[in-house]
């Protein structure tokens, strides 16, 4: 299966800025990732799904211009939460869509706004 | 949209018992029923999958069925293990999108 990476795994900010997490597919041409978020002993939502070189499609209820998404390359996917707030804070997890439907997980990031 | 069920949320067993989650979901379209565990912290690893051409599919102790006129499928363990404990998830995929379940919390006990 494909190998994802996150990053970072961990990160902790002040309230009002801004934090970009960066989902790679090391050995696979991702067209298609995806976002989720995942509070503490609760399922996964996907916030949106990343297409390359085109614009990500969001979830009802996830605000586009708080969740920025970009997908410049087959192999990059980036989540940048502007102006966070404490109820951002969660872990965050792409995953890059792989042959045949499969889908492969990245680490996840768990993100802290203070 | 598809919703997708996950029943029961916690689930304990003996070692060695077996272990039953149940999934249904709602879009008829959907065609591909991945199952993925999840350890505390760490990221969702793919256990076994199952299309919606196929009936059951075994792997070792794991099994998944899927029955398309009720839609609903399972994941049944047997003969766990310690080891075996975690959060699993069961999801259904329609088209370019999945749609995950609310995810079992299994215990093994020794």
């Known amino acids: 299966g494909a190998v994802v990476s996150q990053h970072p795994s961990r990160v902790i900010c002040k309230s009002g800025t801004s934090v970009k997490i960066e989902c790679r597919s090391l050995?696979?041409?991702?067209?298609?990732m995806f976002w989720y978020r995942q509070f503490p002993k609760k399922s996964l939502m996907l916030m949106a799904t990343?297409?390359?070189?085109?614009?990500?499609?969001?979830e009802q209820g996830v605000e586009k211009d708080k969740f920025l998404i970009n997908h410049a390359s087959l192999t990059l996917s980036t989540l940048t939460v502007t102006s966070a707030h404490p109820e951002d804070s969660s872990f965050y997890i792409c995953?890059?869509?792989?042959?045949?439907?499969?889908?492969?997980f990245g680490p996840g990031t768990r993100l802290t706004v203070l | 949209g598809e919703n997708v069920e996950q029943h029961p949320s916690t689930l304990s067993v003996q070692e060695g018992d077996s272990a039953v989650i149940k999934c249904t979901y709602s879009d008829s379209a959907s065609n591909y029923f991945p199952w993925y565990k999840q350890e505390l912290g760490k990221r969702p690893q793919l256990i076994i999958d199952?299309?919606?051409?196929?009936g059951e599919k075994k792997d070792q102790r794991i099994a998944v069925t899927l029955n398309k006129t009720a839609k609903h499928f399972s994941l049944h363990i047997t003969e766990t293990q310690p080891e075996d404990s975690a959060v699993y998830f069961c999801?259904?995929?329609?088209?370019?999108?999945?749609?995950f379940g609310t995810g079992t919390s299994l215990t093994v006990i020794p």
């Open positions: 990343s297409n390359e070189g085109s614009k990500a499609t969001y």
């Open positions: 050995d696979f041409q991702a067209t298609t």
């Open positions: 199952i299309r919606s051409n196929v």
């Open positions: 995953s890059v869509r792989g042959m045949a439907d499969t889908q492969y």
């Open positions: 999801a259904a995929n329609t088209g370019n999108q999945f749609y």
